[in-house]
């Protein structure tokens, strides 16, 4: 299929095809609406028609399989990483659109979110309702380049959200603007199409706009619109845009909220987001992400993998295929797929991995006859593969996540595992049992 256009679009090809589940009964947005989507996680896409919220129906699991993100892009499955990296490297600017939906209807007076947004509760210990789906577009207030990313909201008032803003490119944007006295200006657009969602997570340079990244993955230019309070260019497809600001120096307590480690992320003073517009179209769906569900840790770990991979191969030509499983959150375990050339390759190989990326906290390599994608072969690759004597190194005191429990304020211990064989072992003594027919056999 071609790259879908919207999130509708999306929507309407999951269901052509099998993959999407419509909710009829109204719904409680307080956990049931969670339950439901982790019941189905991995398995199906949801439209949930009604729930006792406002009118406006919402999409749940709708990326929740790493098929689905190939086939957004219109590839197998086994080549998904290959077609980002191919891709990644393009820039295709923004292209003006000639309509945009989200401005049939505008309420910039008497803000309310709760009464125009079905807001969900998703864990037992959140500090509120919460907006899992909102991808920030603001403009740079030194160069006006812009910068794409996805951050939790926390509803605290009508017309107020506390924000988790982790030191990287927004974090300078909001000190740089509270340098020259101002709040920083942001439109969060709700209801974009996997591939935008996918762009917003790269790992890009300061200065590269991730809305010329996601036309490189699309294939074509991202037609945006300006919102209509801060003029800021916003895919035009969106379902809902809020505008609002984010002052430099203003902090509210934000939290606690379930995060992608399964762990909640604690309350703190943190930013707050301030609403001064509310925009969406008619008929328009609100798009949750479950948190810590596949949607979530998928969205993160495809462009992470992407760029992983290909700081690997830079690194270790011998490097095949690199995965960050699920199972670590989709972020804290790699593993490392090799065909060896030469003994080292697999240490430097880890080595690599834990430096990539600072979320990296443990990395296994195995050998080309291992499907990395099946954590029965890994497992069984460390138990007969790997010495910790000699296999093992450990890194202490490394930046890592400050979302990991039991790192301190983001200070972790690295580790590399190496469970390759010795080079041409594979057809001796490591050998794996193999019948012939077994391929083919039938009853």
């Not at 480690?261 to 517009?277: D, G």
């Not at 690599?352 to 069984?380: E, G, N, R, S, T």
Request: proline fraction near 7%; glycine fraction near 8%; charged fraction near 25%.
């Amino acid at each position: 299929m071609n790259p879908p256009s919207s999130l509708r679009a999306w929507i309407e090809a999951l269901e052509a095809s099998g993959r999407l589940r419509r909710v009829g009964r109204e719904v409680r947005l307080v956990y049931e609406l969670a339950a439901i989507s982790k019941k189905y996680d991995g398995e199906s896409a949801l439209l949930f028609e009604s729930t006792d919220g406002p009118a406006m129906p919402i999409a749940a699991n709708v990326a929740c399989r790493r098929e689905w993100y190939a086939d957004s892009l219109g590839v197998p499955p086994g080549e998904l990483l290959a077609a980002l990296q191919d891709r990644q490297d393009i820039r295709i600017s923004p292209a003006a659109a000639l309509d945009a939906p989200f401005l049939e209807n505008v309420v910039s007076k008497n803000i309310d979110v709760r009464k125009i947004l079905p807001l969900p509760t998703y864990h037992e210990l959140d500090g509120g309702a919460y907006i899992s789906a909102g991808v920030f577009f603001v403009q740079d207030p030194d160069t006006g380049t812009g910068n794409v990313s996805i951050h939790r909201m926390h509803c605290l008032e009508s017309d107020l959200f506390g924000l988790l803003v982790l030191p990287r490119h927004l974090k300078g944007m909001i000190r740089r603007a509270g340098a020259r006295g101002e709040p920083l200006k942001a439109a969060v657009a709700i209801g974009l199409d996997p591939l935008l969602l996918l762009a917003s997570q790269l790992v890009l340079s300061p200065g590269e706009d991730e809305l010329c990244a996601a036309g490189g993955l699309l294939g074509r230019a991202v037609e945006v619109a300006p919102a209509p309070w801060s003029g800021i260019p916003v895919p035009a497809g969106a379902e809902i845009i809020i505008e609002g600001e984010i002052p430099p120096d203003e902090n509210r307590r934000e939290g606690p909220f379930g995060e992608f480690p399964r762990y909640y992320s604690p309350a703190a003073e943190r930013e707050i987001f301030q609403v001064r517009s509310v925009a969406h179209r008619s008929g328009a769906v609100f798009h949750s992400i479950l948190p810590a569900g596949f949607d979530h840790l998928l969205m993160g770990a495809i462009p992470r993998e992407a760029g992983l991979l290909r700081d690997l191969q830079r690194a270790v030509p011998s490097v095949r295929d690199a995965v960050l499983p699920l199972s670590g959150a989709g972020r804290y375990h790699c593993v490392i797929q090799l065909q060896k050339q030469n003994e080292g390759e697999a240490k430097s190989a880890l080595m690599a991995a834990l430096a990539a990326h600072y979320d990296v906290k443990h990395a296994i390599a195995v050998d080309h006859d291992i499907d990395i994608h099946d954590p029965a072969q890994v497992d069984w690759a460390l138990a007969t593969r790997f010495q910790a004597d000699k296999d093992l190194f450990v890194v202490p005191g490394a930046w890592g996540s400050r979302l990991d429990p039991s790192a301190e304020d983001g200070v972790t211990a690295k580790m590399g595992m190496d469970a390759t064989v010795p080079v041409g072992a594979l057809e001796g003594k490591f050998r794996s049992l193999r019948i012939p027919g077994e391929d083919e056999a039938e009853i």
